[in-house]
């Protein structure tokens, strides 16, 4: 499925990926501007279920990653960057995995190679912030807004499916050769030592830890979390 997608920018192709419950226009919008000046082509799709890419949301991840691909094909991009964030940064790391040939490197933020010991008592607490959300009518009236036809209720509601997410495909990292940065922001514990546990499988994985920051990183910190990221894209242009 070819996805909505946001681009700006000429240059080298940078995909930017966002959280769940978000979309490509409303997600790193300051990494769009930064980028976009610096002769990058700036590429932020809705992943399905999200903004306009309408689609069904089973084996959500396998789907999301020929997504990916089929976008990538119809724009015509052989070879990319690629950054995401929490679920946009699960589908990142599996994209580069299957594809990469396709990818020049590769970064990630919020995402988890095992699962936590709490991870039951996450996702639950998770879940009935989900169904606070559901009752705020202003948070309601904007998402309805930035996802059109989706049905964003039932996307969020099956993140936490017991078996949503793809712990063993997230912590075979092992033999990946893509140059990689995880960026984590040093309020949160849990991802801080998911980073670590990146480093230990793949010691070719770069960390950075942006202070000041929590699990959405690119935004709480978006400069610092900006020019992090474009110390790897220069080190990996042409």
């Not at 990926?17 to 409303?26: A, Q, R, V």
């Not at 999200?50 to 069904?56: M, Q």
């Not at 580069?96 to 709490?118: E, M, Q, R, T, W």
């Not at 964003?152 to 990292?173: A, I, Q």
């Amino acid at each position: 499925m070819i996805l909505h997608t946001n681009i700006t920018g000429e240059g080298e192709p940078l995909v930017l990926i966002h959280s769940g419950g978000m979309t490509g226009l409303t997600e790193y919008q300051e990494q769009a501007d930064y980028f976009s000046v610096q002769n990058y082509k700036v590429i932020r799709p809705d992943l399905r279920g999200h903004g306009k890419s309408v689609g069904e949301i089973d084996h959500y991840f396998s789907r999301c990653i020929e997504d990916i691909n089929d976008t990538l094909e119809f724009l015509n991009v052989e070879v990319c960057h690629i950054a995401g964030v929490s679920i946009g940064g699960v589908v990142a790391l599996l994209f580069a995995k299957k594809y990469p040939h396709k990818v020049k490197s590769l970064s990630f933020s919020g995402i988890f190679p095992v699962k936590p010991d709490n991870w039951t008592e996450l996702t639950r607490e998770e879940a009935e912030g989900y169904e606070q959300l559901f009752n705020d009518e202003e948070a309601v009236g904007y998402l309805n807004e930035i996802h059109g036809e989706s049905d964003w209720k039932t996307l969020l509601r099956s993140f936490n499916d017991d078996d949503f997410y793809p712990f063993d495909e997230l912590g075979d990292v092992s033999s990946l050769k893509i140059p990689t940065l995880c960026i984590v922001g040093d309020k949160e514990e849990l991802e801080i030592s998911a980073v670590t546990t990146y480093k230990m499988l793949n010691p070719t994985f770069n960390i950075s830890v942006i202070p000041f920051a929590g699990h959405l990183v690119h935004r709480e910190q978006p400069d610092l979390y900006s020019k992090t990221l474009e110390i790897l894209l220069m080190k990996h242009r042409g």
